[in-house]
């Protein structure tokens, strides 16, 4: 008899989703979260420079991002401008911010 589990299992969905819609985003603190969290931009880049040839990007950026310094907009931005890309590759580096990089792709 599989009507039990699922009678449960139907219950306890309806109680997670009713638990769900009781959060409230505080989407301000996500965004500051985000902006002093630079360093989650770093697998955007890596990826960028892979798919333009760069040598060694992960060990690149492993050196921006291994220091016990806060990383930064500013620090993300001086790293870029000292690569040896085209222009408008850092253009397109420079476009990638927390806020609009999921891991997966860029939000555009």
Do not use: M
Request: aromatic share 4%.
């Amino acid at each position: 008899n599989i009507g039990v589990p699922l009678g449960h299992t139907l219950i306890a969905l309806e109680s997670c989703i009713n638990g769900l819609n009781k959060l409230v985003i505080n989407e301000i603190k996500i965004a500051e979260d985000l902006e002093n969290n630079w360093a989650v931009v770093a697998e955007a880049i890596q990826t960028i420079l892979r798919r333009e040839g760069f040598e060694k990007p992960y060990e690149a950026l492993k050196e921006l991002t291994r220091k016990n310094e806060k990383i930064s907009k500013e620090s993300v931005h001086a790293f870029i401008d000292a690569i040896p890309v085209e222009e408008k590759i850092k253009n397109e580096l420079k476009l990638i911010s927390p806020h609009n990089y999921l891991g997966i792709q860029l939000v555009k």
